[in-house]
Nanobody, 124 residues
């Protein structure tokens, strides 16, 4: 059974760092797309970045320079390293994955499998 699991969230002070991990499992084949999203209370889900079927990693401009997305040793592991965290980064962070060759890496509509989310809270 395919599943996606995130870990690594927590509470940090402004300026702090966190690394989130995501592992997709349950299929003998590697994923084609994996991505990171976040959703703050009262706001729409925001795409942060992803790795696509060509192993190209992209990310939203708003977090470039602070957030880094990179793949683990296995193709089914994706990390989100966050530096210089701000209170406005407080949100539930989700990882998504898809095993379809037609997945769309930069859209939440392009993923079939989602993790349960991990909370990130940034406050003094």
């Amino acid at each position: 059974q395919r599943r996606v699991v995130e870990s690594g969230g927590g509470s940090v002070q402004p300026g702090g760092s966190l690394r989130l991990s995501c592992t997709a499992s349950g299929d003998a084949f590697s994923t084609y797309c994996m991505g990171w999203f976040r959703q703050a209370p009262g706001k729409e889900r925001q795409w942060l970045g992803a790795i696509d079927s060509d192993d190209v990693i992209s990310s939203t401009h708003s977090v470039k320079g602070r957030f880094t997305i990179y793949q683990g040793d296995g193709k089914n592991t994706l990390y989100l390293h966050m530096n210089n965290l701000r209170p406005e980064d407080t949100a539930m962070y989700y990882c998504a994955a898809d095993w379809s060759w037609s997945c769309v890496a930069n859209s939440d509509q392009g993923y079939k499998y989602w993790g349960q989310g991990t909370q990130v809270t940034v406050s003094a």
